[in-house]
């Protein structure tokens, strides 16, 4: 009689055991969530810095061989060059430039310019920025200062 039983009984989860389990996996998303998206964006930042990089190698050829920097980024091929998060990087040429006053140019939080040869940086994650390193918009760029001897986020300059 117990064969018979057991092939007639059900098997399968009851609706508190699904509900349990869905709890349990929305708990643990929960958790996950915030860190997986701050790592994505610490990794998007770490790229930005190494195409920085790569950028900065380019214009450095450029130079040794004409003797100037480039006007854009057109001239050395990489003006449709997108950063992690789709936006054009930015590039000033300041060396050799006909540009009058400071104002475009990147500001230390003393408003200071920040490089004498070029700026070349990202806008970030909010695709925005301001000259000066102490406005809000410009905390998530990542820029190149002191003429290439820091590379990252302005808010860690």
Same mark, same amino acid.
């Given at each position: 009689?117990?064969?018979? @039983?057991?092939?007639?009984?059900?098997?399968?989860?009851?609706?508190?055991?699904?509900?349990?389990?869905?709890?349990?996996?929305?708990?643990?998303?929960?958790?996950?969530?915030?860190?997986?998206? =701050?790592?994505? $964006?610490?990794?998007?930042?770490?790229?930005?810095?190494?195409?920085? @990089?790569?950028?900065?190698? $380019?214009?450095?050829?450029?130079?040794?061989?004409?003797?100037?920097?480039?006007?854009?980024?057109?001239?050395?091929?990489?003006?449709?060059?997108?950063?992690?998060?789709?936006?054009?990087?930015?590039?000033? =040429?300041?060396?050799?430039?006909?540009?009058?006053?400071?104002? =475009?140019?990147? @500001?230390?939080?003393?408003?200071?310019?920040?490089?004498?040869?070029?700026?070349?940086?990202?806008?970030? @994650?909010?695709?925005?920025?301001?000259?000066?390193?102490?406005?809000?918009?410009?905390?998530?760029?990542?820029?190149?200062?002191?003429?290439?001897?820091?590379?990252?986020?302005?808010?860690?300059?």
């Amino acid at each position: 009689m117990g064969s018979i @039983k057991a092939a007639n009984s059900k098997h399968g989860f009851t609706l508190l055991e699904l509900l349990l389990v869905l709890a349990i996996i929305g708990t643990l998303a929960t958790i996950a969530t915030p860190s997986f998206v =701050k790592h994505r $964006e610490s990794a998007r930042a770490a790229r930005a810095v190494s195409e920085i @990089k790569i950028l900065e190698s $380019e214009i450095l050829s450029f130079f040794i061989d004409r003797g100037e920097y480039p006007d854009s980024l057109d001239v050395i091929g990489r003006g449709t060059f997108r950063d992690p998060w789709g936006n054009p990087y930015q590039y000033l =040429k300041i060396a050799g430039s006909s540009m009058k006053g400071i104002g =475009k140019l990147r @500001k230390d939080h003393s408003m200071v310019p920040v490089n004498t040869d070029y700026d070349l940086y990202s806008r970030g @994650k909010d695709g925005e920025s301001q000259a000066p390193f102490s406005a809000q918009m410009s905390q998530d760029d990542i820029v190149r200062c002191g003429n290439g001897s820091y590379i990252g986020l302005v808010s860690n300059y």
